[in-house]
């Protein structure tokens, strides 16, 4: 019997894991299907940051800007929700982010539908775009 032999006998079958984000234990379609930090009513949400919790209806929100802060080896996806003279950041990095966006989607027309995907290249730049502004 040769070595590989006997670790294999030795040792127990890998198992496949589920794709995961470093550190959070979940895999990516639990975190996609994640509501997280979000509450959804009929006419807007609610966010719970850490700081504060926050509720704004779909209709007052005026202007949503994106862009990316280089983190040194990364970069964050944050958005800007203007509602009025106020506005709050959010990042794709709170739970519940995708499934927020799947909703803001539903309620606001972003333009254009796929900003994630452009503003995402070329890598490190801050790629500050507005996706949606109230007419």
Sequence with gaps: MNLKQFLLKLLPKPQPKKLSTVGSGKSYEEIYNDIGRFEYHDDG???HLELLSKT???EDITELN???TDLMTTDRID???VY???YIVI???LPGWHQFNI???EKIEVTPKDWEWQIVQPPFATNYT???RKQ
């Design 45 to 47: 949400f609610t966010v």
């Design 56 to 58: 704004i209806r779909w």
């Design 66 to 68: 994106v862009y990316k």
């Design 79 to 81: 958005m800007e929700i």
């Design 84 to 86: 009025g003279d106020r």
């Design 91 to 93: 990042d794709e990095e």
């Design 103 to 105: 909703r803001l989607n």
């Design 130 to 132: 507005t996706i949606y």
